[in-house]
């Protein structure tokens, strides 16, 4: 089964990160940067989307 893919990614706000400006996203993405510059924060964000997308609420 296909799933489609994200483009691009804005933030504001989320955490450190302020992306105001579309981050294209591509097959392979590879994240390089000092400690404390979002990294692992970009990837939260990413986590917190997919989970918000595919998360069954349990009743």
């Known amino acids: ?18 992306l105001e400006d579309a981050i294209n996203l591509e097959n392979l993405n590879i994240f390089i940067g000092s400690n404390g510059s979002g990294k692992s924060n970009y990837i939260s964000c990413l986590k917190f989307l997919k989970d918000s997308l595919t998360a069954i609420p349990k009743v």
């Not at 089964?1 to 302020?18: A, D, E, H």
């Open 1 to 18: 089964m296909n799933q489609p893919l994200l483009k691009f990614i804005v933030t504001k706000n989320y955490k450190n990160l302020s």
